[in-house]
């Protein structure tokens, strides 16, 4: 893969720190939102939030900056293989994540944005990563058309554990997609 020029880029990432929780927390209850994020999946997000505040989540919260502004919300986590029960989504070796994201800020919602902060937020944070998996609920046909945009391919269907709900796992060869870029 090419040297990344992060310079390049219109958006940054970085952690979520304890400063901007409550942004985080008024976000996942946004009506475009809490149609995705609900339950315990919800319950599930706001611990593990607090987990990663405190320094003892295995996951990574994100949060994605148009200059100084806060706009979008990502979280990731590394899939531990071969044990991992995600792992049977991926291929043999290399490195591979997890990605959940939300454009929080209204302000930024409709403007064609998600597949960018997608890639950007890929390029200059993961791309060391061989694989990314990520799981819209079947029925989140926007979501699902952006992440195809992106070039995430839906590998097959499953019910989490924490919703009753179809989804699609999908999954994004990085070094594939992002070699030429």
Same mark, same amino acid.
């Given at each position: 893969?090419?040297?990344?020029?992060?310079?390049?880029?219109?958006?940054?990432?970085?952690?979520?720190?304890?400063?901007?929780?409550?942004?985080?927390?008024?976000?996942?209850?946004?009506?475009?939102?809490?149609?995705?994020?609900?339950?315990?999946? &919800?319950?599930?997000?706001?611990? @593990?939030?607090?987990? %990663? /505040?405190?320094? $003892? #989540?295995?996951?990574?919260?994100? &949060?994605?900056?148009?200059?100084? @502004?806060?706009?979008? %919300? /990502?979280?990731? $986590? #590394?899939?531990?293989?071969?044990?991992?029960?995600?792992?049977?989504?991926?291929?043999?070796?290399?490195?591979?994540?997890?990605?959940?994201?939300?454009?929080?800020?209204?302000?930024?919602?409709?403007?064609?944005?998600?597949?960018?902060?997608?890639?950007?937020?890929?390029?200059?944070?993961?791309?060391?990563?061989?694989?990314?998996?990520?799981?819209?609920?079947?029925?989140?046909?926007?979501?699902?058309?952006?992440?195809?945009?992106?070039?995430?391919?839906?590998?097959?269907?499953?019910?989490?554990?924490?919703?009753?709900?179809?989804?699609?796992?999908?999954?994004?060869?990085?070094?594939?997609?992002?070699?030429?870029?």
């Amino acid at each position: 893969m090419k040297k990344i020029d992060k310079q390049a880029f219109r958006f940054n990432f970085k952690p979520v720190d304890k400063e901007h929780r409550s942004l985080v927390h008024s976000w996942l209850k946004e009506p475009h939102v809490a149609k995705w994020f609900y339950g315990q999946g &919800l319950e599930n997000t706001l611990n @593990h939030l607090d987990e %990663f /505040l405190n320094g $003892s #989540s295995v996951s990574q919260y994100w &949060l994605g900056y148009d200059q100084t @502004h806060p706009f979008a %919300f /990502l979280i990731t $986590s #590394s899939i531990e293989k071969p044990n991992d029960e995600l792992a049977k989504w991926c291929s043999q070796g290399g490195e591979a994540i997890t990605l959940d994201l939300l454009i929080g800020d209204t302000d930024y919602l409709g403007k064609g944005l998600s597949h960018i902060v997608i890639q950007e937020f890929l390029m200059s944070q993961f791309s060391h990563v061989d694989e990314v998996l990520i799981d819209p609920e079947a029925t989140n046909s926007h979501a699902i058309h952006i992440y195809k945009k992106v070039g995430f391919a839906v590998l097959g269907e499953f019910i989490p554990s924490h919703s009753p709900n179809l989804h699609y796992m999908m999954h994004l060869d990085m070094k594939k997609t992002y070699e030429n870029k």
